[in-house]
């Protein structure tokens, strides 16, 4: 049984360049959450996709998006970076548009300098 | 905002000992999760609360929710050092339109056990 994965692991950007980060969700579910963590902070809900659409989004600019694919893959994309980006993303996967029991991916770390 | 709020952020103890982590929040809730975070890992879930008084144990840790009081506690009996780790708790509260709205997590409370 497949979990959560997520690519790549580590990445690091310079300031004002883009970025896409990849989620693979658990088999067998079809809704994926993106979650920010700054170190020594808990998450931070950024947006949930089910049926390829946002349907939920927590308190982060524009300069973050997101698509979901047919396959029920995300892909997170920040536009012009900035130091305050950089953190731990964490995508968690789920059933039917709920965030009951989400399972959590490994992470990709962002360094922005 | 729901706000959610764990102490302590910080606790350090010897093996053999039992403690208790506490985690307020600031709206009513349908749920309430704890997590478990290893250093430069991902989150793994150790309970899922879904109703008042509601209480789960596995191994040396146990948690119980008290919805009137906006109140849940993760309680370690007789700690060992493989359970040094970050717990977190996080809270959601589905929209009124439906849906879901993302968990709400605490800080988290950094966990060292001695032996």
């Known amino acids: 049984d497949a979990g959560v994965t997520q690519s790549p692991t580590h990445l690091i950007k310079t300031r004002g360049q883009q970025v896409t980060l990849r989620c693979s969700p658990k088999?067998?579910?079809?809704?994926v959450s993106w979650y920010q963590q700054a170190l020594g902070q808990g998450p931070q809900f950024i947006f949930q996709?089910?049926?390829?659409?946002?349907?939920q989004r927590g308190n982060f600019p524009d300069r973050f998006s997101g698509h979901q694919f047919p396959n029920y893959s995300s892909e997170l994309n920040v536009n012009a970076l900035l130091l305050g980006d950089s953190a731990l993303y964490l995508c968690?996967?789920?059933?039917?548009?709920?965030?009951?029991?989400?399972?959590f991916g490994p992470g990709t770390r962002l360094t922005v300098t | 905002e729901l706000k959610v709020e764990q102490n302590p952020l910080f606790l350090s103890m010897q093996e053999g000992k039992n403690y208790t982590i506490y985690c307020n929040y600031s709206?009513?809730?349908?749920?309430l999760y704890w997590y478990r975070q290893d250093p430069g890992k991902s989150l793994e879930s150790l309970f899922v609360?879904?109703?008042?008084?509601a209480v789960k144990q596995e191994g040396r840790l146990m948690a119980s929710l008290d919805t009137k009081a906006r109140l849940s506690t993760l309680h370690i009996t007789a700690a060992v050092h493989d359970l040094s780790a970050t717990y977190f708790c996080?809270?959601?509260?589905?929209?009124?339109?439906?849906?879901?709205?993302?968990?709400?997590f605490g800080k988290g409370t950094h966990l060292i056990i001695q032996p």
């Open positions: 088999s067998g579910h079809d809704t």
């Open positions: 968690a996967s789920t059933l039917g548009g709920s965030i009951y029991e989400q399972y």
């Open positions: 996709y089910y049926e390829e659409e946002e349907r």
């Open positions: 609360l879904l109703s008042n008084g």
């Open positions: 709206t009513t809730s349908d749920r």
């Open positions: 996080a809270v959601d509260r589905p929209p009124l339109g439906g849906g879901a709205d993302g968990l709400t």
